[in-house]
């Protein structure tokens, strides 16, 4: 599991000449602090100095302020600095590793930092995209100007992503892995060297076609190895034409016996018709006797409706007719192709065979030579097929296993397991909050609770506690801090706000490191508090020298990077 901390940070402003520095716990830290203070701001910094810009403004910053943050990545100390939109990341000792003001290339740093490689769609190009810092501490970061409703608003520009929030939560909870990422971006570089190797090998079968045509394949051939190439190649061309001979053979004689039905019943048609107009003539006779019947002799009249309904029947039959010959003529065509396809098909039979027998003759000495080019580019040919089709024949298998890997990392079992996980921590956290109780059973990992009134914040605190407890699970990947700004949020009571507290301090999974902002103390027990207590003054004069003096270095080496840069 890959652990992030958060070490200690240097805030400086050189239109005040005042600094702050703070130094945090590897376990539980405390800020407290009135209103304008300066907790959220000291907060705000830990995320937009690594590039994640919480939604909201400060009032009286100064913009042009510098941060320095240092922090660790699996035991790995790094510095990252920032000012007015340019980042720059040093190592453990001060060694510049970045120097940009591109969003794009400081992200693709910090995504490689903290092997953070997850992935997802971006709405306006429409095309897979990779996560930035924002999507990392997305889930960790509950702040006081968009994380306590009902919908995902913590760090403005995220709307640049199509639907980010589900697949970041399962990507830290295990449902989608990081290895599941890892596994799908080495699919995508095997399928297109895949699809390179197909269209090399279209390009050579089209090559082998044009060569035939210009160099025949008859004639003698001096090397056996070339001889056999040759031979197997002819032999895939016969198994094709058998193939496609025995298709055509078997169509021509459904064709052929469906012409044969079809002649039969324009037959029976046609004489029916001529029984019905000689039987018409004689219906329309004027001065015939009455039609007697030959069983009780008795005479019936001819009425105009029984001549209608004759003559009816008469027409239904022609149209029966007219509509077997049009089928009839269809089935005669497709015969005819058929019968046309074979008479190719022959051809192509006469053409091998006549190849064939051209090696029966005696050799002459201008047809051996004549043959040596044509017979080393075949050869060429052949071991170029095979070579190519050998590397398609390896990739392929690579990408099933690939694919295979990744339907295991994303199974219907693994998710209901961690869903099952997640559910029964958030009724847990629901208890310990004082909420009642409500059904899970359709509750999804991004299923944010929307609840008005002082309820809202401690539903939207057991859901996040449900994640951070679901994250530090066993399929969980990463340790990141978890921090919560502001908890007293739609004016808990001294029932409940006790009872946020504690659950805060006491319940939240062991070992994390946490960052709590108070306005006012508390009787819970933390590992380090910094207690704020000046209006629009968190910044202080006693910590500028030293806080100058370490970032002053800094700063010089970012902005010759920069002049270096814009030099070259």
């Known amino acids: 599991m890959h652990r992030f901390r958060f070490k200690n940070i240097w805030l400086l402003s050189h239109r005040e000449k005042k600094a702050r520095h703070v130094e945090f716990h590897p376990s539980k830290n405390l800020l407290v602090g009135r209103n304008h203070t300066g907790k959220t701001t000291l907060i705000r910094s830990l995320f937009e100095t690594l590039g994640a810009t919480p939604q909201g403004k400060l009032e009286q ?3 042009n302020a510098v941060s320095l943050l240092e922090f660790g990545v699996d035991g790995k100390s790094y510095f990252a600095l920032h000012q007015d939109g340019r980042r720059a990341l040093f190592d453990g000792q001060f060694n510049l590793l970045i120097s940009t003001s591109k969003f794009g290339e400081w992200s693709k740093r910090f995504c490689e930092v903290t092997d953070f ?4 769609s971006d709405k306006k190009q429409a095309e897979v995209v990779p996560a930035d810092p924002a999507c990392f501490f997305a889930p960790f970061y509950v702040n006081q100007d968009g994380s306590w409703q009902a919908e995902w608003n913590t760090f403005g520009g995220m709307k640049r992503f199509s639907a980010p929030f589900k697949p970041i939560l399962e990507y830290f909870t295990g449902v989608c892995p990081p290895e599941y990422y890892s596994a799908s971006a080495e699919k995508s ?13 279209k390009l050579l079968e089209r090559a082998i076609e044009r060569f035939s045509k210009s160099i025949p394949l008859s004639g003698p051939k001096v090397a056996p190895e070339n001889f056999v190439a040759e031979i197997e190649q002819l032999t ?18 459904r064709e052929q016996e469906l012409l044969k039905s079809l002649d039969h019943q324009i037959h029976l048609a046609e004489g029916a018709l001529a029984a019905y107009d000689s039987d018409t003539k004689y219906l329309l006779k004027e001065g015939a006797a009455p039609l007697i019947c030959p069983t009780c002799h008795a005479e019936h009249e001819k009425p105009f409706i029984d001549l209608l309904e004759f003559a009816e029947d008469a027409r239904v ?16 065509r497709r015969t005819h192709k058929a019968f046309s396809e074979l008479s190719t098909l022959n051809e192509n039979y006469l053409r091998i065979s006549r190849l064939l027998d051209s090696r029966k003759g005696e050799l002459k000495f201008k047809d051996v030579v004549g043959s040596l080019g044509a017979e080393s580019a075949f050869a060429a040919f052949e071991a170029e097929r095979k070579q190519i089709q050998a590397a398609i024949d390896a990739v392929v298998l690579t990408v099933e ?17 961690i869903l099952t996980k997640f559910r029964e921590h958030y009724v847990a956290s629901r208890i ?13 990992l991004a299923s944010r609770p929307s609840l008005s009134g002082s309820g809202g914040p401690r539903s939207i605190l057991a859901y996040y506690a449900a ?6 699970g066993d399929q969980g990947s990463y340790d990141i801090p978890i921090v919560i700004d502001s908890p007293n949020q739609q004016a808990q009571d001294d029932i409940n706000l006790p009872a946020v507290l504690q659950f805060i301090a006491n319940e939240l999974p062991a070992g994390t490191q946490l960052i709590v902002g108070l306005e006012t103390p508390t009787d819970f027990v933390f590992d380090r508090a910094e207690t704020l207590t000046e209006k629009f003054g968190m910044l202080t004069e006693a910590h500028w020298d030293d806080t100058n003096a370490l970032v002053e270095p800094l700063l010089s080496k970012m902005y010759e990077a920069t002049l270096a840069q814009s030099r070259s």
């Open 61 to 63: 910053w100064d913009e």
């Open 117 to 120: 490689n997850l992935v997802f």
């Open 189 to 201: 570089q095997h399928s297109k060297t895949l699809e390179e190797h197909r269209r090399e090998y």
């Open 236 to 253: 895939r061309e016969v198994n094709e034409l058998n193939v496609r001979q025995e298709g055509l053979r078997s169509t021509a004689v």
């Open 317 to 332: 039959l022609r149209e029966l007719a007219a509509r077997l010959r049009e089928d009839a003529a269809e089935v005669r």
């Open 401 to 417: 296993a690939l694919e295979t890997k990744m339907a295991e990392l994303r199974s219907v079992k693994r998710t209901k397991a």
């Open 432 to 444: 310990a909050l004082q909420l009642h109780a409500v059904p899970t059973k359709t509750l999804q």
């Open 467 to 472: 994640i951070w407890r679901t994250v530090q």
